[in-house]
T-cell receptor
Framework: TQLLEQSPQFLSIQEGENLTVYCNSS?????LQWYRQEPGEGPVLLVT???GGEVKKLKRLTFQFGDARKDSSLHITAAQPGDTGLYLC?????????????WGAGTKLIIKP | DTEVTQTPKHLVMGMTNKKSLKCEQH?????MYWYKQKAKKPPELMFV???????INESVPSRFSPECPNSSLLNLHLHALQPEDSALYLC??????????????FGSGTRLTVV
């Protein structure tokens, strides 16, 4: 059974600080996606990483896919209160022809003004 | 149109009621999904439709019945639910087979409360 371990589960920091969220697995993924979810809303796709070692930037957010495609990180620079939300990573298995996603447990992020 | 629309936004139903959740997308995506999400947990897959055919049923109780009338619409029929079925129900879509790895588009969900 494939698992994605996401850490930390909860993070509360001051505005302007930097932070990193990690997703790790012992399994290889064909791609990994990061979502942000606000209370009562559906997850919104932030980025998909596909190639080992790939780095993508979205304004102050930097996403990295591990060389072996088993792990990924999300780094936020100078966090803003608007970054508050639940961050979810989800991996797509190369062995799965039905395109199911393996989900991390989520990171609840609170940015205090 | 790059969104998935779900209705209703909120639903309260009794354990003897029959209700339906609706989902619509016009992105030409050929895979559509129903997920259930409890508070502070990641989404749990319920059903997958691929090219309008049910391809995955994750051992979901028969009180949940999915339907895909056409490539743009997905319904979830609810009957004789239990209070523990209260959750946020999410619809999502993705490009065709093998393309789920390129990201899902989620609707904003239906907050279901069973009383």
């Amino acid at each position: 059974t494939q698992l994605l371990e996401q850490s930390p589960q909860f993070l509360s920091i001051q505005e302007g600080e930097n932070l990193t969220v990690y997703c790790n697995s012992s399994s290889v993924f064909s791609s990994l996606q990061w979502y942000r979810q606000e209370p009562g809303e559906g997850p919104v796709l932030l980025v998909t990483v596909v190639t080992g070692g790939e780095v993508k930037k979205l304004k102050r957010l930097t996403f990295q896919f591990g060389d072996a495609r088993k792990d990924s990180s999300l780094h936020i620079t100078a966090a803003q209160p608007g970054d508050t939300g639940l961050y979810l990573c989800a991996g797509s298995s190369p062995m799965d022809s039905n395109y199911q996603l393996i989900w991390g447990a989520g990171t609840k992020l609170i940015i205090k003004p | 149109d790059t969104e998935v629309t779900q209705t209703p936004k909120h639903l309260v139903m009794g354990m003897t009621n029959k209700k339906s959740l609706k989902c619509e997308q016009h992105m030409g995506h050929r895979a559509m999904y129903w997920y259930k999400q409890k508070a502070k947990k990641p989404p749990e897959l319920m059903f997958v439709y691929s090219y309008e055919k049910l391809s995955i049923n994750e051992s979901v109780p028969s009180r949940f019945s999915p339907e895909c009338p056409n490539s743009s619409l997905l319904n979830l029929h609810l009957h004789a639910l239990q209070p523990e079925d209260s959750a946020l129900y999410l619809c999502a879509s993705s490009q065709g087979p093998g393309q789920g790895g390129y990201g899902y588009t989620f609707g904003s969900g239906t907050r279901l409360t069973v009383v």
